[in-house]
Every structure is written in structure tokens, then in C-alpha cells.
């Protein structure tokens, strides 16, 4: 999932314009989306929205261990 976002991160966590369109983001999705199946074909079979989830779910976690490492560096005692 990590490396698909990556490829795509300029699309992706780019702002709506005349190249970057909803319809253009939603494909790529299914594109990650149809490489994590292909990748795990053994494990149940996720839907789009599912995928989206877990990358939002992966990305918040990753913000609070970057926060809690960035207090801690602050802390005294």
C-alpha cells in the first residue's frame, strides 16, 4: 500500500485542478486497490473505500508517533 502511494502521492494529496480530478484520484484507488488483491490473494478481498480507510488509518497513527517522539525530545526531567 505504502509504495502504490508513494508512485501516486503528487495525484493523491494534490489539490483538485484541470489534471487532478476526482474521477482521476478514484482510479488510482481502484489501481492500489487491485494491487493489494493482486499482491494477497489469499486474504479476504477489500473494497475500495476499505483500502482508502486503512491508508487514512495508517497516516494518523504515523502523525501521533511523530508527535509523541517530537514532546518527548521536549520533556525534561
Known amino acids: ?3 502504490n502511494f508513494i508512485i501516486y502521492k ?3 494529496n494534490g489539490a483538485y485542478s484541470s489534471s487532478v480530478t ?3 484520484k478514484n482510479s488510482i484507488w481502484r489501481e492500489i486497490t487491485a494491487t493489494v488483491h493482486n499482491e494477497h ?3 479476504t478481498e477489500k473494497t ?3 483500502v482508502e ?3 487514512k488509518n495508517f497516516i494518523a497513527a504515523a502523525r ?3 508527535r509523541n517522539y517530537n ?3 521536549t520533556e525534561t526531567g
Open 22 to 24: 476526482k474521477e482521476r
Open 48 to 50: 475500495q473505500e476499505q
Open 41 to 43: 490473494p489469499d486474504c
Open 71 to 73: 514532546n518527548g525530545l
Open 53 to 55: 480507510k486503512k491508508w
Open 1 to 3: 500500500l505504502l509504495e
Open 64 to 66: 501521533v508517533a511523530i
Open 10 to 12: 503528487g495525484i493523491l
